[in-house]
């Protein structure tokens, strides 16, 4: 049985060939082989991106790659010289993923900055000439401008390290506090990385809060139709009041409370599909305490109850919707509030009281443990 040929793997060939862009004329190599990366497969033939300075040959001119250059391969036309490590099926298939996001970002990039700064030209030779409605053509003006330097930041970040890629996925399956990475398909056929993490707990090192288990997200990232991402998450263990929210920055439909400063940042990672960072950034938030003005208070999530919705199989399904369990229990509510009720004022803990919580809580089992202590004052 022919072995499958891995995407991401080096490859070496010396057959001329016509690149991707049907308008471009055969390139005849100078050299007798180069190397190039194998970006996807389809129809029985591979995309190949040759990425270093080539010489080459067409009826044209003599010249050299000044950039990367694709092109499509069969099997028989190229030699596999090396191929990335990936351990299972699971992360061959986001690695996978992965690259081929590299290659759309490299091909469809350069394209889209060249529309962009022709609707900036357009409008700013419209805005001086016509004087109503100038406050409108400013703001696009500026909107423009904005997506511009944002997808040239993007073009910044989008070398094809293979190498890179793997290890990312390798060290984001390992990382203790997620359980899987998936790749599924949503209703209008993108594709969406959903992420499922283990149990998340909170601690507060800074005021008197109790410490207590978050529960369990699927956090979502996708596209949408410009291609800036978007990021939600869904607690599919607890909820608070029939699923208005799922965390203290969390809302029922997903949508987070981020801060401009993390959205930011977690905007940046992943605009360089650097979703290890940006999932760890994610997790840490979600667990961190310091939300500045959240939903509600943590406290009143200490108090969320287990849902019985399902998020296995469905996730993407709640991505525009809220999920609304219908077992909330208002006299459990009730009851377990006022077991606490005067027990954690949420004040700002003096620094020895900071000190001896640190030392209190200071591994996983530890955090484990008092979070379990918690659940058996309420019950």
């Known amino acids: ?22 308008n471009e004329v055969e390139i005849k190599l100078e050299e007798k082989n180069i190397t190039g990366t194998v970006i996807s497969k389809h129809l029985g033939l591979y995309t190949i991106m040759f990425e270093k300075e080539y010489p080459f040959t067409h009826y044209l001119m003599d010249s050299s790659f000044k950039e990367p250059v694709f092109c499509w391969l069969s099997e028989k036309e190229f030699n596999v010289v090396a191929e990335p490590e990936i351990k ?37 030779r419209n805005a001086k000439s016509i004087e109503r409605d100038m406050n409108n053509y400013v703001n696009r003006l500026k909107s423009i401008s904005l997506k511009i330097k944002r997808l040239e930041n993007k073009l910044s970040f989008s070398e094809l390290d293979t190498d890179a890629i793997v290890n ?26 959903v992420l499922t993490t283990k149990d998340l707990y909170f601690v507060d090192y800074e005021r008197d809060y109790p410490t207590f288990n978050l529960g369990a997200y699927k956090i979502v990232f996708r596209e949408d139709c410009e291609g ?19 965390h203290p920055c969390v809302a029922g439909d997903g949508s987070l409370c981020l801060g401009a400063n993390i959205k930011e940042r977690i905007s940046i990672l992943l605009d360089k599909y650097k979703i290890l960072q940006a999932a760890s950034l994610l997790i840490d938030f979600l667990e961190e305490p310091n939300y500045g003005t959240p939903y509600i208070d ?32 208002t006299k459990r509510y009730n009851n377990e509030g006022a077991k606490i009720s005067g027990k954690f004022t949420g004040s700002v803990l003096s620094e020895k009281e ?21 659940e058996k004052l309420i019950k």
């Open 228 to 246: 800036n991402p978007i990021v939600r998450a869904f607690n599919f263990k607890k909820s608070f009041k029939n699923g208005d929210y799922s």
């Open 1 to 22: 049985m022919k072995k499958e040929i891995i995407i991401g793997s080096k490859i070496e060939t010396n057959k001329s060939f016509k690149p991707v862009d049907e």
């Open 298 to 329: 943590a406290r009143e999530f200490a108090l969320a109850q287990e849902i019985n919705s399902s998020l296995d199989t469905n996730v993407v399904d709640f991505f525009f919707g809220s999920i609304r369990p219908s077992n909330w229990n």
């Open 168 to 193: 990312q996925t390798e060290k984001l399956l390992d990382n203790p506090k997620i359980q899987d990475l998936k790749i599924v398909n949503a209703a209008d056929n993108s594709e969406v990385i």
């Open 88 to 124: 299972d099926t699971q992360n061959k298939e986001i690695v996978s993923y992965f690259i081929s996001k590299k290659y759309e970002l490299l091909t469809k990039t350069p394209s889209e900055i060249k529309v962009a700064k022709t609707d900036f030209t357009s409008l700013e």
């Open 354 to 374: 900071r000190e001896e919580k640190l030392a209190a809580l200071d591994s996983e089992e530890k955090i484990i443990n008092a979070a379990e202590e918690f």
